[in-house]
């Protein structure tokens, strides 16, 4: 992650309040088109800030590595702001802060995302900055050395040492048992020790080129003066070499509930259960969503209902899709209050379960869920890096952009009957991994 001055941050927050007051639901409109080199552009345009978002979205994320190098998108996310032939090394993040903007990346099982929040008049320096990574990074053994101690640091703060650390690596290792998705993004630091110069290498020249990369550029910007800086900065960059490996395995579908048990030093019982769900996008994934929002779309949600409220048996309980570009996963979680059996959570939350199999919910029920769907689009939508953001996801998950404009569509002709049936088809006990993260009591607390 990335750290930044806060001279922009006050004209962000301006920059919210004023689209806030714009019309709900608009149109967010841009072009889009490609260069010979293969890097695909969206530009959208708006004037209400002085600001601008330059994004690069490259597709590579965890499920693209090799099973004895895992981490290393998730590597190249800290090793590539180590600067280039041009950039002295710890000097990317000055550029921008000197500039009043701010940076940022984050590394995902299916992608990895670079954005520079500018003042406008610096689109052309965030352009700069990008067509450097993209082209001229500087992949030396002290940079890997660098990041190697930064990652394992984050490891421990994110994972080791932080309370039910463990939850989403033990979860996705037993919710896959062939597709990549069955480890996190984080990786193995044995994996990542084990590296030589010459895998780090492969891994840039195979999946940084502009061929794998969507350049999403938002705010305060001329089309045409952004389109002739692109072409100054991005055209002269030649395609890889190299076929990029897209993982092509099927997840078998268990035909036994997988069940196990995580001791630890937590003192509070967790329950978690993964139901394995369809690839975003997909039509079954809309219901399945709206049937999570039913599950846990606020206090009134049914888990919270039976299981906090009225049976009092934990301290929170919910549910969320965690929607993948291939098959994901819904993540259903409760923390036990003090002295509760976890079988009793665990009984409760499939109760809950088993009744959306039974029945439709009211129309007034999925129509509280339209509402608050329309709400999330549109306030999705209200920063400049938000839209850049949508922009270069929908291209590459789903080949269309303007999805930003339409996916709401596909949200609003879910009806009750679709949830049921969803819930039907994925939410089978058979299907299940369910643990228990318990305290240990030889730990210390």
């Not at 000097?91 to 299916?110: C, H, M, P, R």
């Amino acid at each position: 992650m990335r750290f930044t001055s806060s001279l922009l941050l006050v004209t962000l927050s301006l920059g919210a309040a004023s689209v806030c007051g714009q019309s709900e639901a608009r149109q967010i409109e841009f072009t889009e088109f490609d260069l010979d080199n293969g890097l695909h552009v969206i530009l959208h345009e708006d004037h209400s800030t002085p600001l601008v978002a330059v994004t690069v979205l490259y597709h590579v994320g965890s499920k693209n590595e090799r099973d004895d190098r895992t981490g290393m998108a998730h590597f190249f996310e800290h090793l590539l702001f180590e600067g280039s032939e041009n950039i002295a090394r710890g000097e990317f993040d000055s550029y921008v802060e000197n500039a009043g903007g701010i940076l940022n990346a984050n590394t995902s099982q299916d992608r990895t995302f670079y954005y520079e929040l500018l003042p406008s008049n610096q689109l052309e320096l965030g352009l700069w900055l990008e067509s450097e990574r993209m082209l001229h990074a500087k992949i030396e053994q002290i940079g890997i050395d660098t990041q190697n101690e930064v990652v394992k640091e984050e490891k421990r703060q994110r994972y080791d040492n932080q309370p039910y650390g463990q939850l989403l690596p033990a979860t996705m290792a037993l919710a896959y048992s062939e597709h990549p998705y069955q480890w996190t993004p984080i990786g193995s630091m044995e994996h990542l020790d084990a590296s030589t110069h010459a895998d780090f290498m492969e891994f840039y020249n195979t999946f940084y080129v502009p061929e794998n990369a969507t350049l999403s550029i938002a705010g305060d910007l001329n089309i045409a003066e952004a389109k002739s800086l692109i072409a100054k900065y991005f055209s002269d960059i030649p395609r890889g070499v190299r076929n990029i490996p897209r993982p092509t395995v099927v997840e078998p579908m268990r035909t036994a509930e997988v069940r196990d048990t995580i001791y630890g030093k937590d003192r509070l019982p967790l329950v978690v259960q993964a139901y394995p769900i369809p690839a975003q996008g997909t039509p079954d994934y809309y219901a399945v969503d709206l049937l999570n929002q039913v599950l846990s779309g606020g206090e009134s949600a049914r888990l919270n209902q039976r299981v906090v409220e009225n049976d009092q048996l934990a301290l929170y309980c919910g549910a969320f899709s965690f929607g993948l570009e291939d098959p994901g996963v819904t993540l259903a979680f409760a923390m036990c209050n003090m002295g509760i059996d976890p079988s009793q959570v665990e009984e409760a939350m499939n109760d809950e379960v088993e009744r959306m199999k039974r029945e439709v919910i009211s129309e007034r029920e999925l129509q509280k869920l339209k509402n608050q769907i329309e709400y999330d689009f549109v306030t999705g939508n209200q920063s400049m890096a938000g839209i850049a953001e949508s922009l270069a996801n929908y291209h590459t998950y789903f080949g269309d952009a303007n999805l930003i404009n339409t996916e709401i569509e596909r949200y609003l002709a879910v009806t009750p009957e679709d949830i049921r049936e969803a819930a039907k088809k994925y939410y089978e006990s058979e299907k299940r991994v369910t643990l228990y993260f318990l305290h240990d009591p030889k730990t210390q607390p």
